[in-house]
Each structure stands twice: as C-alpha cells, then as structure tokens.
DNA sequence: TGACAAAACTAATTTGATTAGTTATTATAT
DNA sequence: ATATAATAACTAATCAAATTAGTTTTGTCA
C-alpha cells in the first residue's frame, strides 16, 4: 500500500495543476487520485467533495495572489503600487486560467478561513488611505477597480481579446484610466 | 404521450428560469425535463446535451441583453446612452443571476450564430464613432467598459458587495468613472 | 390514406462521485 | 520494544445523472 504522503497543500498544487490544464469544471477526482498516486475514493481522507475542493481551490489562490502582490509592493508606493498590484494579479491569471476560474466562480460571501482575508483588498485599501481620501470613496474605487480587474482577466481567458499583446495594452490602459479617477477625486477634497 | 410543443424558444426560457432559481452549475435534465413535462431524454431531440445548452443559454442571454439595449437607447445619446446601457446590463444581470452566470462561463470566443454577434460592443462601438474617438482607442474603450461591466456583475452577484444598495451607487460611480476617460480622450485629439 | 419525419417513450449503458467496510501504516505512550 | 489509537490507504458497492439505443406514437403532407 505505502502511504503517499500527502497534505492538503499537495492536493490544491496538484488539483490547480490539473483545473489549469484543462478548467475548474473538467476538474475531476479520477484525474487528480491518478495524479497523485492514489484511489479516488482515498482522496476523502483530505477532501469533502469535489466541490469543496474547488472551492478550496479558490481559496488557495486568492492566499497565492495575496502573498505575490505582497511581495512585489515592496518598496513601492503610490500609482506605481496600483499598477504593479493590477499587474500582478493580471499575470497570475494568465498563467493559471484553472485557478483563476475558481477565483472568479466561487462565492465569496462564504467566509474564506480567518488566517486568510481577501489581502488583496487589503492592500489596496491601504493604498487608498495613503493618500488622501474619504473612507467612503476608497469603498466606491476598491469596487471599481475589483471589478475591473476581474472582469477583464476573466473576458481575457474566455478569449474575449485577441491574444496579440493588444489586450495586455488595453489592460494597463484601463488601469491608468482609473488611476486618473483616483486622483481627481484626491483633488476634489 | 401526446406532444409538449416545444420549441427551442421555449426550452431556454425554462431551462433560463430554472438556472436563475440555483444556478447554471446546478441545472440539469432531469428537473428540465419535468417542467417541461416529457423524460429526460426527449430532450436530446432539442439539445445536443447539458453542457450545449449552457452554452446556447449564454448566446440566449446576450441576445436579450442586446435587445433591451437597443430598445432602451432609442433617443437617447451621448454619456447619458452609455449610461443606460450600462445599466440595462447590470439590471438584466441582476434579474437573470443564472443566465448571467451562463454569459461569463462559457467562451464567447467560440462563435455564437451569424444573426447574432455581439450586439451589446457593437452598440458601445457606435457610441465611441458618434464621438470624435480614434478606431484604435475605441477598441480600448470597450475592451475596458466590458470588462468593468461584467466584472462588476460577477461580483455583485455572488455577493462581495453588501446587499444595501451601495453596491448600486458604486456601479454608477464607476460608469462616470470610465465617462470621464472617455472625455479625455476626445479633448486629447 | 399512407408514408415519412419529428418527438416522445422505456430500457440500458456509462461515468463519476460518494459511501461502507476493511486493512495497512504511522505515531504515541507505556 | 510493543500495544494502541489515529490516519490514510484500499476494494467493493451504491447512487445519481447524463447519455445512447431502440421503439412507438403523433402529426404532416403528398
């Protein structure tokens, strides 16, 4: 028999592995037991179900986005630290479609485990309040720019966008867009 | 046995229905096939399977949404056209939450039917013409207005924006947001 | 009216998740 | 070291749902 050695941490690496090959819905538990080793009915001894995992697959990626964007804000502020945040996540969408489609399927509103908070906005809140705007507004931009982000990684790997470079463009674009509004507001006050 | 008289028509409007009762995920034959009233595989002389008529529910969807918006800009035009049709999409999403599921799934690269391209962008593209707005940056424009739009959408529909209306404030919030770019743009030239 | 196509049916197959029940492995505590 | 408990694997069985095969009914139209 010999144990495998597994951990969840194993199980989500090689479960987005696979959702990235293929996506969040051919995801399957014969696939990932045979990747790993194992009988699909073994894999319940790390797993709820099937859809609990990509749920949990979710999870796992919003934590990777975190930790990336995290990392890559050191030593960097202002519009620089928007767009280095944006881009970021941009490419961790784009090299893990699997991942990134559970992220943007999954319920949020269902509590994420309380080690793991969306970072994510976290961080840009904070970028918000480092300049000078009101509470109320930095919830208003954190919307927008959640929103867009998203929304175009998620149009971007449905193949929404030409894969030219072109769209990549259109990105940075839209972001300088709503960094501009970032600062009109700043000046409105 | 007696015939049901469907139509395709008629099959998406209920399979539509019952995806925005759960969700697109959790639609299925079986409960289709009883609102309907025939078995389950008499559906295959309509569908060409489950995972197909998710699909055709997302061209169904854009359909609907193109059409209202047509509908809701005869004249109107201007920032205020945009505005509208912004906000005829969010509506549409927000009282069709299963079949605005469909339209973000499923890969719009894969063509939809000839009579039916994407009427939505070439709204929005007409708008950006009726201004005086390079073809190149028009492209942007509406690469980002999609993407803010849908994103938005998704998000709000699986609740990452409190239920309390603000989310609604945001989105307007937003649209102005992308307005206003698009003014720079024009005073650019 | 008779034949053909469409649309329904029932029965069977397939696939994949999940559950039940069992056994081997590892860790822990005497 | 050894007994014991917990963990993680296994095989076999169940269940649900999509799909396929093969048949019958119904409506249309020559």
Same mark, same amino acid.
């Given at each position: 028999?010999?144990?495998?050695?597994?951990?969840?941490?194993?199980?989500?690496?090689?479960?987005?592995?696979?959702?990235?090959?293929?996506?969040?819905?051919?995801?399957?538990?014969?696939?990932?037991?045979?990747?790993?080793?194992?009988?699909?009915?073994?894999?319940?001894?790390?797993?709820?179900?099937?859809?609990?995992?990509?749920? &949990?697959?979710?999870?796992?990626?919003?934590?990777? /986005?975190?930790?990336?964007? $995290? !990392?890559?804000?050191? *030593? %960097?502020?202002? &519009?620089?630290?928007?767009?280095?945040?944006?881009? /970021?996540?941009?490419?961790? $969408? !784009?090299?893990?479609? *699997? %991942?990134?489609?559970?992220?943007?399927?999954?319920?949020?509103?269902?509590?994420?485990?309380?080690? $793991?908070?969306?970072?994510?906005?976290?961080?840009?809140?904070?970028?918000?309040?480092?300049?000078?705007?009101?509470?109320?507004?930095?919830?208003?931009?954190?919307?927008?720019?959640?929103?867009?982000?998203?929304?175009?990684?998620?149009?971007?790997?449905?193949?929404?966008?030409?894969?030219?470079?072109?769209?990549?463009?259109?990105?940075?674009?839209?972001?300088?867009?709503?960094?501009?509004?970032?600062?009109?507001?700043?000046?409105?006050?």
């Amino acid at each position: 028999m010999s144990r495998a050695n597994l951990d969840k941490r194993k199980i989500l690496e090689t479960a987005g592995a696979l959702a990235n090959e293929s996506s969040i819905k051919k995801l399957n538990l014969k696939q990932l037991a045979q990747k790993l080793n194992i009988q699909p009915p073994s894999l319940y001894n790390h797993v709820q179900s099937l859809d609990h995992l990509r749920f &949990d697959l979710m999870v796992y990626g919003w934590e990777q /986005v975190g930790e990336r964007i $995290a !990392e890559a804000l050191i *030593g %960097i502020s202002g &519009d620089d630290a928007i767009r280095r945040a944006c881009e /970021v996540f941009y490419d961790y $969408a !784009e090299e893990n479609p *699997g %991942i990134f489609e559970a992220m943007a399927y999954y319920n949020r509103d269902s509590k994420k485990p309380d080690g $793991a908070p969306d970072r994510l906005t976290d961080i840009l809140f904070r970028l918000c309040r480092a300049r000078d705007i009101a509470e109320q507004d930095a919830v208003h931009i954190l919307r927008i720019f959640r929103s867009y982000i998203e929304g175009f990684a998620l149009l971007a790997h449905y193949g929404a966008f030409p894969r030219d470079g072109s769209a990549r463009e259109s990105f940075n674009f839209g972001v300088d867009f709503l960094i501009a509004g970032v600062h009109q507001l700043e000046e409105k006050k």
